[in-house]
T-cell receptor, first 116, second 113 residues
Framework: AQKVTQAQTEISVVEKEDVTLDCVYE???????LFWYKQPPSGELVFLIR??????QNEISGRYSWNFQKSTSSFNFTITASQVVDSAVYFC?????????????FGTGTRLKVLA | GAGVSQSPSNKVTEKGKDVELRCDPI?????LYWYRQSLGQGLEFLIY????????KSGLPSDRFSAERTGGSVSTLTIQRTQQEDSAVYLC???????????FGPGTRLLVL
């Protein structure tokens, strides 16, 4: 069955530290998509990145980077030189082509607290 | 351009009353989703609309929940005879097509007393 696991419930770091948020997924599909969203205190889910199952190339966007490894079914997210504004809940999500709807299956989220 | 909008932003109701939640998707987006975010259940899928196709209602938790999408645009989620366990944030998302990235609205926070 499809599933997304974010084992880290809450992480606290001091500003400028690097932090990695883990995401492990389960799916039987060969075509699927993985996402990361940020949910700041305001509550709105903000899209960060999308990867498809055929593209394992890692990606870097400013201080953010993502490591997609199909061999371990993981899609981890690293924030370099964290800032207080990075404090939020981060969700990893899976979308499967065979669902027809491409509905998201979310992990339980990781709350990141960046302390000044 | 404008993002997904939802109204009301907050709704307090009494147990047993009906409520309607509204979602305006991004213009041109054909796919629309409703999700619910609650402390106990996390983020869970409720219903999906794509163009003129029959909606996927597989995530609706009970027959007290229904939704419609008029003219392929605005959607309304209705909860009849609300219960305290319906208290949650209801999120709407839209995507350009069913395989596209979903963009979320700010949500409606529902509190059932």
């Amino acid at each position: 069955a499809q599933k997304v696991t974010q084992a880290q419930t809450e992480i606290s770091v001091v500003e400028k530290e690097d932090v990695t948020l883990d995401c492990v997924y389960e799916t039987r599909d060969t075509t699927y998509y993985l996402f990361w969203y940020k949910q700041p205190p305001s509550g709105e889910l903000v899209f960060l990145i999308r990867r498809n199952s055929f593209d394992e190339q890692n990606e870097i966007s400013g201080r953010y980077s993502w490591n997609f490894q199909k061999s371990t079914s993981s899609f981890n997210f690293t924030i370099t030189a964290s800032q207080v504004v990075d404090s939020a809940v981060y969700f990893c999500a899976l979308s499967e082509a065979t669902s027809g709807t491409y509905k998201y299956i979310f992990g339980t989220g990781t709350r990141l607290k960046v302390l000044a | 351009g404008a993002g997904v909008s939802q109204s009301p932003s907050n709704k307090v109701t009494e147990k047993g009353k009906d409520v309607e939640l509204r979602c305006d998707p991004i213009s041109g987006h054909t796919a629309l989703y409703w999700y619910r975010q609650s402390l106990g259940q996390g983020l869970e899928f409720l219903i999906y609309f794509q163009g003129n196709s029959a909606p996927d209602k597989s995530g609706l938790p009970s027959d007290r929940f229904s939704a419609e999408r008029t003219g392929g645009s605005v959607s309304t989620l209705t909860i009849q005879r609300t219960q305290q366990e319906d208290s949650a944030v209801y999120l709407c998302a839209s995507s350009l097509n069913s395989a596209g990235t979903q963009y979320f609205g700010p949500g409606t926070r529902l509190l059932v007393l």
